[in-house]
Nanobody
Framework: QVELVESGGGLVQTGGSLRLTCVAN????????MAWFRRAPGKELEFVAA????????QYAGSVKGRFTVTRDNAKDTVHLQMNSLKPEDTAVYYC??????????????????????WGKGTLVTVSL
């Protein structure tokens, strides 16, 4: 059974850092582009970052560029999201998702959730003032 498990969320102050981890189980990990989405309280799901199958390409939402970095380690079936200079508006449940790009494209990966085959249950990040 495929399972994506996020960890690393928690409570930090404005300006602090967190590193999220997503571990993929039962998945041909290197065949999937991986992405992070988030849902802030009372808001819709928002694309955060994505990384290609080999890790050679990344995409970021404009709101996190320069502050967040997505990486992956295909030998460990893991993807990370390093979050620096955190702001209260980053408060959200962060979800890891996997997309084999059969029904979508790398260029459009952040524009729709329809191509994502698997989702984690999320990890909560709270950034206090």
């Amino acid at each position: 059974q495929v399972e994506l498990v996020e960890s690393g969320g928690g409570l930090v102050q404005t300006g602090g850092s967190l590193r999220l981890t997503c571990v993929a189980n039962g998945l041909a990990f290197s065949a999937y582009a991986m992405a992070w989405f988030r849902r802030a309280p009372g808001k819709e799901l928002e694309f955060v970052a994505a990384i290609s199958q080999s890790g050679s390409m990344t995409q970021y939402a404009g709101s996190v560029k320069g502050r967040f970095t997505v990486t992956r380690d295909n030998a460990k079936d893991t993807v990370h999201l390093q979050m620096n200079s955190l702001k209260p508006e980053d408060t959200a449940v962060y979800y890891c998702a996997a997309d084999d790009l059969y029904a979508s494209s790398w260029a459009a990966i952040g524009l729709s959730v329809d191509g994502f085959d698997y989702w984690g249950k999320g990890t909560l990040v709270t950034v206090s003032l």
